[in-house]
C-alpha cells in the first residue's frame, strides 16, 4: 500500500512511519518543513497536498493543534479542510486521521474534556481536536475516514500489539487508568488501515 503520511516526524506520526515500512507499506512522508527526508508542505493547501496524495492509496493525517499560541482550531481545521479537498481532488478515498482523547464520553453526553479533572493546559487542544471530529463528521461524507482517538494518556513505550478497541466511550482498565504507548497505537492504526472494519467512524485504543 502506498501511504501519504501528513506529519511523519511527529512523536506519533514516526511510529506510525515505522510500523507501516515495517510491515512492507510504501509510506510518502510530509512535514511544514521538509526535515528528516520528508516532502515540504502545508497541509492546508488542498492543492499541494493534492499533488502529493496522486497516486496513493491512503493518507494519514497526524497533526495536532498547535502550541504556541492561543488559537488552536483555526489552523487545524484549516489543515483538515485542506486534506479533505487535497484527497477529493487526487482522487484517493481513504483517510485516518490521528484524533485526539477529549472528545470521548466518560459517561452519557459527557466529555473527557468537559470533567473538572481534565487539565486547563490541554483544554484548548482538545477542543480543537473535538471540533475537528465533528468536521470531518459532518463533511467528509464522500470519503471513507476513519478518526482514532487514543487512551487519554499516550506516550512512547513498548509494541507489544495487545490492546482493546473501543468506539466513542474512553477506555480504561481495572484500576481507572487509560493509556497507551505510541507504538501500539501506530499498531491499532495500521491494522485499521490493512482491514478497513472502521470506516466512517470513530474508534479509540487503549489497553
Known sequence: MKILLIGATGMIGSRIAAEARRRGHEVTGVTRSGAEGT????????AAVAA????????????????????????LLAITR????GLREAGVRRL??????????????VRLVDTPEFPEIYKNEA?????????????AGDLDWTFISPAA????????????????????DGEGNST????DYAVALVDELEKGNAVQRRITVAY
Open 153 to 172: 494518556v499516550i506516550q512512547p513505550g513498548e509494541r507489544t500489539g495487545v490492546f482493546r478497541l473501543g468506539g466513542d466511550q474512553l477506555l480504561t
Open 96 to 109: 485516518i486521521v490521528v484524533g485526539g482523547a477529549g472528545s470521548l464520553e466518560v459517561a452519557p453526553g
Open 180 to 183: 497507551i504507548s505510541a507504538e
Open 127 to 139: 477542543l480543537a481536536a473535538a471540533e475537528q471530529l465533528g468536521v470531518i463528521r459532518a463533511e
Open 39 to 46: 516532502a515540504r508542505a502545508e497541509a492546508s493547501d488542498a
Open 52 to 75: 502529493l496524495a496522486a497516486g496513493h492509496d491512503a493518507a494519514v493525517l497526524s497533526v495536532p493543534p498547535p502550541r504556541d499560541g492561543s488559537e488552536t482550531t483555526g489552523p
Open 82 to 85: 485542506g486534506v479533505l479537498d
